[in-house]
């Protein structure tokens, strides 16, 4: 069952962002085949990371990777809100 995760860590910057991302791939995760959607929304200083993942293990996998990277940075991503996904919809980017 897949699952939406939503994050607000306090204080985020796009920089803080975008460095959590260049440490994921230099790691080999950052694009992981089990996480459906990403998304980063908000203002700069203020983001939120909005994620779908194919299932909770899946999700938890990924954090075990991730957690470290952020306490690394000073980043605290908070309690994530976690549900099911009951449907998504994929429209093709182009």
Known sequence: MAIA???HPKGMTLAQ???VHRR???AGDGRNPHRLHHS???EDGDLMVYDIWD??????AFGELLMPILAEMGLDPGEP?????NKLIQFAQG
């Open 17 to 19: 962002f975008e460095e």
């Open 55 to 60: 299932s909770p293990e899946s999700f938890a």
């Open 5 to 7: 995760a939503y994050f």
């Open 81 to 85: 809100a976690v549900m099911p996904v």
């Open 24 to 26: 994921l791939d230099e």
């Open 40 to 42: 980063c929304i908000g």
